[in-house]
């Protein structure tokens, strides 16, 4: 009996891996910041997915490079069939620096940074450096998004490259205080553009 | 017609998935397994082909008491010397709930500093039921334009009987990859333990 060979052609039709593991991880979306004023996902489209397929979604934030000197950026949620960024947000923050002269350290709650019921965008990075190598990276945890009954809960930790030379260990959480789902996710400057750097999304299966 | 049966050896010529199959995002590169080791090395498999990288430790047990675990990265010679600086806060909690604390530890962050890097305690106990575990974030370490951040928590059981949740960040203040990655005690061997070395995709 001849030995029949399969290769990367002959199984192109395969969509399903029946019961065989794939892991708990999955990579949904990659997006690359290019001077963008916004870098939105958004369920459904371009690839997408933010809905009730994984229970937990992660972004990365790889090197994300700041057009501007001191520049920020924030993120906020859309509501599944709602319009505009603009959810309630209440939220925690804290952080440590220490400066690269070894000037200065703090371990301190940031009450600048935080928000109690607000539909502001909540600040993730802020105060960036715009040095050629001063890139910023974290991640971004949320929780239940899908959820229509429970608030959404989030977490991040951020290292950021001040623009004084200093090391940030930024720290966020909080909820979006709605029980809505929420199907978008945009992270954007205060000012300026996103010059460069990378936003990964994965969803993370519960079984 | 015969029906065609697949198995391990006729599948062999595959090398790439259908796009239409989800794959793990986090694979696993390297797991390394101390036994009385005064350095734990991971000198391939960082570079370009992952955007992060993570290091999980657990069970890590040091021949000496009252050590540290520390890291040290390598960016382009032989030495896990790269340049940093850092932060270090901790939380703590003794086991006779004697005193809690949180508070920036100044002596353990570093300001563009080669040495290496205190990650998950102060006073790691060497008791046989003591030991500590964590992970580190490694961004982007082949990135020849940025510095290279990293964070890392742990948490440890401290000599004085306490438990401590240990956060540290940073950067390698270079611009050239980092290639390898060094763990060892500030003192003495790592008795036991495993670190295990993932990519994330």
Redesign the interface.
């Known amino acids: ?1 001849a ?6 052609n002959s ?7 029946a019961s065989v593991p ?6 949904i979306k990659t997006l690359t910041a290019s001077s963008s004023s916004t870098l939105s996902f958004v369920d459904g489209s371009s690839d997408v997915v933010l809905d009730s397929t994984y229970p937990i979604y992660v972004f ?1 934030f ?2 994300l ?1 700041h057009s501007a000197d001191g520049g920020q950026i924030s993120f906020q949620g859309n509501a599944a069939g709602g319009s505009g960024y603009n959810e309630t947000l209440t939220t925690t923050t804290f952080e ?7 000037s200065a ?3 301190a709650y940031t009450t600048g940074n935080d928000l109690a019921q607000s539909t502001s965008f909540q600040m993730l990075f802020p105060d960036m450096s715009n040095d ?8 971004l945890w949320l929780f239940g998004l899908s959820s229509t009954t429970y608030v959404k809960h989030f977490i991040f ?1 951020g ?3 001040h623009r004084a ?5 930024l720290y966020c959480a909080g909820y979006f205080n709605t029980t809505s789902a929420i199907d978008e996710i945009q992270f954007k400057p205060n000012t300026g553009t996103i010059d460069a750097g ?1 936003i ?1 999304l ?1 969803g993370i299966k519960d079984s | 017609m ?1 029906i ?1 049966y ?1 198995n391990n ?3 062999s ?4 998935q ?1 796009s ?7 694979t696993l590169l390297a797991t390394e397994t101390a036994s009385s080791s005064a350095t734990i090395s991971f000198t391939s498999g960082i570079d370009s082909t992952y ?2 990288y993570v290091f999980r430790f657990y069970d890590i047990h040091p021949a000496t008491n009252d050590t540290e675990l520390q890291v040290g990265f390598r960016d382009g010679s032989t030495a896990y010397d790269a340049t940093k ?5 901790n939380s703590l909690h003794y086991e006779n709930d004697s005193a809690t604390s ?3 530890v ?1 002596g353990h ?4 500093a080669t040495g290496f890097l205190k990650i998950i305690t102060t006073g790691l106990g060497n008791d046989n039921d003591q030991s500590c575990a964590g992970e580190l ?1 490694l ?2 370490p082949s ?1 020849t ?3 290279k ?3 890392s928590r742990g948490t440890a059981a401290h000599q004085e009987d306490l438990t401590q949740d240990v ?5 390698c ?1 270079v ?1 050239a990859a980092i290639d390898g990655v060094q763990f060892k005690m500030s003192s003495g061997n790592i008795d036991s333990g495993v670190i295990k070395l993932y990519g ?2």
């Open positions: 009996m030995l029949v060979k399969y290769n990367n199984i192109s039709d395969i969509t399903s891996a794939s892991g708990a991880m999955t990579l990365k790889i090197n490079h440590a620096y220490h400066k690269e002269d070894d350290t703090s371990l050629n190598d001063g890139g910023s990276s974290g991640e930790r290292a950021m490259h030379d200093y090391a940030f260990d990378t990964k994965y | 015969s065609k697949a050896n006729s599948l010529a595959i090398t790439t259908p239409g199959l989800s794959s793990s995002a986090m955007k992060e600086t850092t932060t270090y806060f949180l508070a920036y100044a962050d570093q300001a563009q974030i961004y982007d990135n334009t940025f510095v951040h990293f964070i956060f540290v960040a940073g950067y203040n611009t994330i995709s």
